[in-house]
């Protein structure tokens, strides 16, 4: 799966304050606007105890191998302050979600030893 320049941008903005400003930003604000109108702001069912967008969030971190870089991009690297929702609606947004946890998935399927899968 591809992302697209603008899933780019959000998903960046999105995992930044997730590590640097504890799921507090614009972001967040519009996951939560588009996505999850009903999440509360804080405690248990809030976006920041909602782990859904980390197929989509992963596959930004793919190409990173070095744990040092990771950690650059996630926690140095500069917040985002403007992102804009990337998707034409929440169905959308759901889709591409979908298809990244299928991706995502079937890369930890693969990436098991053989044995371990076939205990599972």
Known sequence: ???????????TALAREQNQAGCRGPAH??????????????GPGSLAF??????LTSLLLDPIADLQEMDDFLRKGERLLEPRWPWASAEDYRARLAEASR??????????????????
Do not use: C, G, I
């Open 1 to 11: 799966m591809k992302l697209t320049p603008d899933e780019v941008q959000f998903l």
């Open 29 to 42: 604000e519009l996951l939560r606007r588009h996505a999850y109108p009903e999440a509360p702001r804080t």
């Open 50 to 55: 909602a782990y859904e967008a980390v197929p």
């Open 103 to 120: 991706e995502w998935e079937a890369r930890r399927n693969n990436s098991q030893p053989s044995d371990a899968r076939s205990t599972a």
